[in-house]
């Protein structure tokens, strides 16, 4: 099992930044990618950023250029660096990882709000 446990959410203007991090407890050996997801009222959750175990990184359309994703694995977090906000980035984002048995697992959310 893996415990997910996001942090960083907040209020921000339109234009501003926020950082999320994400740590990870439990059977960490076990994970393999990582990844932030973000659903906003009415929609579908939907992914914004994964990274894999090597480091490799994708990312939605919407949010290339404006959002970074990385990984330190030394302290099992994960990071989405968010810069450029706009009012369309409002949601909760919640962290997510697989393990290499294809296991999902989900943190509880932490709500971003851009203001316009």
């Known amino acids: 099992q893996v415990q997910l446990v996001e942090s960083g959410g907040g209020l921000v203007q339109a234009g501003g930044s926020l950082r999320l991090s994400c740590a990870a407890s439990?059977?960490?050996?076990?994970?393999?990618?990582m990844g932030w997801y973000r659903q906003a009222p009415g929609k579908q959750r939907e992914l914004v950023a994964a990274?894999?175990?090597?480091?490799?990184?994708n990312y939605a359309d919407s949010v290339k250029g404006r959002f970074t994703i990385s990984r330190d694995n030394a302290k099992n977090t994960v990071y989405l660096q968010m810069n450029s906000l706009k009012p369309e980035d409002t949601a909760v984002y919640y962290c997510?990882?697989?393990?290499?048995?294809?296991?999902?697992?989900w943190g509880q959310g932490t709500q971003v709000t851009v203001s316009s």
């Open positions: 990274i894999t175990s090597g480091g490799s990184t």
């Open positions: 439990g059977s960490i050996f076990s994970i393999n990618a």
């Open positions: 997510a990882a697989d393990d290499r048995y294809g296991n999902p697992y």
